[in-house]
């Protein structure tokens, strides 16, 4: 139902001459909840930007570019920066002009060649194809972030959780199994916390693996079957699969979303911590006023190591706005006003926003976040960056058949790793 309802505005877009105002920019987001609210404060802050419709299509963004007709999206905000090249290539976007100023400031003297970067380079790695830029980065997201209750650990007297490894977490989650708390709510219903939780373990393990995974040409050159994401699943596998590791069993877990998660360490204290990007502090702090609880009981911490000492692993994701291809001029001018510096600011002061520009200020007073994110010395997030084999039917599947077949204690967790990489594999050399 969900899906048939996110579905419906692009399904009338598909008779050109039924609906639709030609005048009005329609931009297709996969936002819902608190952040589309948010991203519609933005744009009623934009100025000379009047007639902007936004169309909430959720997982289901890949339909903008199918669409047609007056009512499809002139803009998208693509969750997925890894597949701004292919859709290049394949003609479903408009370029931007290659001498655009929304790349870098001309005449800034912080570089030989005159111009100032606005964006870290593995933006224009992502948004650009064959010389020329397809799109702006929007939104970044911390994807290596773990959030926990300083009440919850003192109680159960586990120590700083900065200071865990992962194989802690693992001890952790077996001590607290015969307590009334479980170590980690999990979102199972959102395919995209499973793949956050995969690709920290993997770039914790072997960020060379890690890199080659993100590098392959194609689905088809893309080796699955490696030490380090066999590695990877197992540390997954020993976390979910105790018979009490997740709060309310594996049925609870694969019906609950990313903000209730986060209520379950916050609110209904079930759970210690949660793995989530920084846009889940404004779900923190509603849990806080619901409960009347002081911000002294929130922590942030990083990903933990595999190995004490061992560097932590750090990845950075984001939406970026693109063009369709049917797109006219006054979408350019939106885009251009979403570019801007200042433009995200109602986000930012509301909370669970880092802008990728670099002359954006990403301070918040109220923010819980660990000091000084660093967005620069992270690698994008692997099921962005790989496309299909990414997405719902891929990586998104493969890893919630693996929690189911693991959790609650009912699967070995080997035969469940060796079905995982021959499912990955056999994606790739299907793919089209």
């Known amino acids: ?54 169309v909430p299509l959720g997982d289901d963004i890949g339909t903008a570019f199918t669409a047609s007709g007056r009512a499809a999206p002139d803009l998208v905000m693509l969750p997925q920066a890894g597949q701004v090249r292919g859709l290049a290539a394949a003609g479903e976007l408009t370029p931007l002009d290659k001498k655009t100023p929304l790349w870098a400031e001309p005449g800034a003297p912080s570089s030989a060649s005159g111009e100032s970067p606005l964006y870290l380079p593995y933006w224009r790695q992502l948004l650009f194809h064959d010389g020329t830029p397809y799109g702006i980065p929007f939104k970044a997201s911390a994807k290596s972030l773990v959030w926990f209750d300083r009440e919850s650990v003192d109680q159960y007297r586990l120590g700083d959780p900065s200071n865990w490894t992962v194989e802690d977490w693992i001890d952790k989650a077996e001590v607290l199994a015969r307590t009334p708390i479980r170590l980690l709510a999990l979102a199972a219903a959102d395919g995209w916390v499973l793949t956050d939780l995969f690709e920290n373990m ?89 409960t009347g609880r002081s911000r002294d009981v929130v922590g942030a911490t990083w990903f933990p190591s595999i190995r004490r000492h061992s ?84 990586l998104w599947r493969v890893l919630t058949d693996f929690l189911i077949e693991v959790g609650d204690g009912d699967g070995g967790v080997q035969p469940a790793i060796d079905r995982a990489v021959l499912a990955l594999n056999d994606f790739g050399r299907t793919s089209r």
């Open 1 to 54: 139902m969900l899906q048939a309802g996110a579905l419906l505005p692009l399904m009338t877009a598909c008779a050109p001459d039924l609906l639709g105002d030609p005048d009005v920019v329609r931009i297709g987001v996969s936002w819902s909840g608190t952040e589309l609210a948010a991203f519609r404060a933005v744009l009623d802050g934009l100025a000379g930007v009047s007639r902007v419709e936004v």
């Open 202 to 290: 993997l770039l914790a393990e072997s960020p060379r693996d890690y890199g080659e995974l993100a590098a392959a040409a194609s689905d088809r050159d893309r080796r699955w079957d490696r030490a380090a994401v066999r590695a990877a699943l197992g540390r997954l596998g020993a976390l979910w699969g105790g018979r009490s590791a997740l709060p309310g069993g594996l049925g609870r877990a694969l019906t609950r979303q990313f903000p209730d998660a986060v209520r379950e360490v916050f609110d209904r204290r079930t759970a210690v911590m949660v793995v989530m990007p920084d846009f889940a502090e404004p779900v923190v702090r509603r849990c806080l006023r619901h």
């Open 311 to 394: 560097p932590k692993p750090r990845i950075v994701g984001g939406d970026v706005v693109v063009l369709t291809r049917q797109a006219g001029p006054a979408a350019v001018g939106v885009v251009e006003a979403l570019a801007a510096p200042q433009a995200p600011g109602p986000w930012i002061r509301e909370g669970g926003f880092l802008s990728p520009n670099l002359r954006t200020s990403n301070e918040h007073r109220e923010s819980f976040l660990p000091a000084g994110i660093d967005l620069s010395h992270c690698a994008f997030d692997l099921s962005d960056r790989i496309s299909r084999v990414g997405g719902r039917d891929g």
